[in-house]
């Protein structure tokens, strides 16, 4: 039951709301020592109160469940909060502009850890009128390739794809400071910050 709402989510919303456990429970249409055992980790509500429970407490069932109230704070207006995943069997590359549960060919993808580049997975980044080329020396080999390179601004992220027994390059159209990630198939996700004097 480890995705099972908790008697602690149950009682921290209820004293937020300034409710006793008889109004939540004349709520419910349950007894207020239900809302008790609930509270206490002695029981759980019958998964047809979770809809209404979440109604009275001022949250979604999915808030409910993992006993974290989502609050706004623009936090998906910000692009570079995003995270990367790659399927290890197709090499499909998605992104979220959060956590989120993400599977491809079968298998549940975990985001991928930018690091900062060493000698070998390093790009040049040079500006050239209105965009930046990226480039890099990085092996294009069937085995040892770059997949993808990404540039990340506040606002938007452009991916570009890179093939095996290809260049090791692109080009973006040059939109201010930001971030630029690329994926090596052996080695992982790294990442170069992108100024706006470049």
Known sequence: MDHY????TIRALREKYRMTQAELADQLCVS????SKWETGRGFPDVSL???LGK??????PELLCGQTIVNRNRSANMLKSLFYVCPVCGNVLFA????LISCCGIQLPALDAEEPDEMHCMNVQRV??????????SMGKDHYLSFAAYMTPDRCEIKALYPEGNAEARFFFRGTG???????QHGLF???IISRL
């Open 5 to 8: 709402v908790t008697g602690a």
């Open 32 to 35: 207020d020592k239900a809302i």
């Open 50 to 52: 979770l809809e209404p």
């Open 56 to 61: 009275a407490l001022h949250v979604s069932v």
């Open 97 to 100: 502009r959060g956590d989120a």
């Open 129 to 138: 009128e209105d965009e930046i080329y990226v480039s890099s020396d990085h």
């Open 179 to 185: 971030w630029l990630y690329y994926c090596c198939n």
């Open 191 to 193: 990442s170069q910050k």
